[in-house]
């Protein structure tokens, strides 16, 4: 099994990079899905964040009010690494469960972990390989708003809040330019995937010569 993990800043294309590995043949495990599991209703997480927060933060359904925790939260450190603590555990031993699944019986597979915020969680070092996706601040900040239609003020506290650029970018091992169109950026992405795969592929044919 090989390990890669997927990040950028918001906007910067890191969706169009998932869902062409995915197409390509990896198994990608997108932590943002991960994260909505940690607190579906009934989980165990859901309840620790109505006991670090709350009942406000329930909907009337039952389900995690995003926006109401999200109003608690954005601009409180304390209040987000409280809840960091209850799901990002979660997260992992979920994220876990399914590269174990990916892997079973498949030895040269490629598992994707697609992690928004893998730099600011500290889990740069877990990978085999890191793949930054990256586009310049000023050029994501355009696209929140042209595209996702928010103010600028918002799209920039959004930006603001996670790692910086260069933060990112001092970590990576690949870095997927995403200036260009959604076209020329999986043309990056099949040309990544052709080195990885024959890499792997030739990997695991060495590994299974020495255990023959």
């Known amino acids: 099994m090989f390990r890669i993990g997927l990040t950028g800043g918001i906007a910067a294309g890191k969706s169009v ?4 590995l ?15 599991e940690a ?9 620790e964040v109505v006991e670090a927060f709350g009942p406000g933060v329930l909907a009337a ?3 995690l009010d995003r926006p109401a925790l999200g109003r608690i939260v954005f601009d409180d450190d304390a209040a987000r690494a409280r809840l960091e ?12 469960e399914k590269e174990a699944l990916a892997a079973a019986g498949r030895p040269g597979v490629v598992v994707v972990h697609d992690i928004p915020l893998l730099v600011e969680t500290g ?17 994501r900040v355009r696209r ?13 506290a959004r930006v603001a809040a996670q790692a910086s650029d260069d933060e990112r970018l001092s970590v990576a091992d690949v870095v997927l330019d995403a200036t260009g169109t959604e076209d020329a950026l999986r043309a990056e992405v099949d040309a990544f995937w052709d080195r990885v795969s024959r890499e792997v592929a030739e990997e695991t044919a ?7």
């Open 61 to 63: 359904d039952g389900s």
């Open 123 to 139: 889990q740069a070092g877990r990978f085999h390989l890191l793949v930054v996706v990256h586009a310049p601040t000023e050029q």
């Open 85 to 96: 603590a209850i799901i990002h555990p979660e997260v992992r031993r979920l994220s876990a």
């Open 22 to 36: 995915d197409e390509l043949g990896a198994c990608v495990i997108d932590h943002d899905v991960l994260a909505r």
């Open 17 to 20: 990079v998932a869902r062409r």
């Open 206 to 212: 060495a590994e299974e010569e020495e255990s023959a």
């Open 144 to 156: 929140l708003v042209e595209l996702r239609g928010m103010d600028e003020g918002e799209a920039r």
């Open 39 to 47: 607190v579906a209703p009934g989980s165990v997480g859901l309840d």
